[in-house]
């Protein structure tokens, strides 16, 4: 199993709702992320985990809250999100020990209403 | 603060077309290179690795190339193809230690449009 399984694929939520995305990896990698990608951007770093634990936070408002329960399971918490968080949400694994890269899930299409 | 620029920004070409897209970043100090392919509304492909001691790698009809002094790379497409069409992005690493390692600079990327 080579693949970052994400989902839902497609999400739209109300402002008041309470929400989750889902990232699974089979690849024995143990450092997740979650990127979040506005249209025609790059994607941004929001969330990192390594052995679990979260390592880096890049200022992040709390509506967002990440959870990683095991080393193949990564999810993002959503709350009172706004339309400005609508975005394309994607997890990526990778090995921590040598020289490696990134793979990237499909994403999850967000939209706040 | 690493920096990364694509060039060009977009570009068409007919079938068949070979074509270059550019990466350059602004310090040479990088642990890895990685191009990554993404179709609209979707997830990134990783295309190709390149470590920071590697001059080139190579896959099908892709061939990226690194000459990190210079700060630059190039992903090199030959007999382009319609399903070659997408958004390139390439990415940099930053070297190991320190937690600022696990996070990739990106370009803005290169869109391809191959016409058939």
């Known amino acids: 199993d080579t693949e970052v399984t994400q989902t839902p694929k497609h999400l739209v939520m109300g402002m008041t709702n309470k929400k989750s995305l889902k990232c699974e990896q089979h690849?024995?990698?143990?450092?997740m992320y979650w990127y979040k990608q506005k249209a025609k951007k790059p994607p941004e770093l929001m969330f990192v985990?390594?052995?679990?634990?979260?390592?880096i936070n890049e200022s992040v408002p709390s509506r967002f809250s990440p959870e990683c329960p095991n080393s193949s399971l990564l999810n993002l918490h959503l709350h009172a999100l706004q339309p400005e968080d609508s975005a394309l949400y994607l997890c990526?694994?990778?090995?921590?020990?040598?020289?490696?890269?990134?793979?990237f899930g499909s994403g999850t299409r967000l939209t706040v209403v | 603060k690493q920096e990364v620029t694509q060039i060009p920004a977009a570009l068409s070409v007919p079938e068949g077309e070979n074509l270059v897209l550019n990466c350059s970043f602004t310090?040479?100090?990088?642990?890895?290179l990685q191009w990554f392919r993404q179709d609209p509304g979707k997830g990134l492909t990783s295309l190709l690795l390149?470590?920071?001691?590697?001059r080139e790698q190579t896959s099908g009809r892709l061939n990226a190339s690194l000459d990190k002094s210079s700060g630059r790379s190039t992903l090199y497409i030959a007999a382009s193809q319609p399903g070659d069409s997408a958004t390139y992005l390439c990415?940099?690493?930053?070297?190991?230690?320190?937690?600022?390692?696990?996070?990739?600079?990106f370009g803005k990327g290169t869109l391809l449009t191959v016409n058939p």
């Open positions: 990526a694994s990778t090995r921590l020990a040598g020289n490696y890269g990134y793979t």
């Open positions: 690849m024995g990698h143990r450092a």
């Open positions: 985990y390594s052995y679990e634990k979260l390592s």
């Open positions: 310090d040479s100090a990088i642990y890895n």
């Open positions: 390149i470590q920071s001691s590697q």
């Open positions: 990415a940099v690493r930053p070297p190991a230690g320190g937690g600022s390692n696990y996070k990739l600079t």
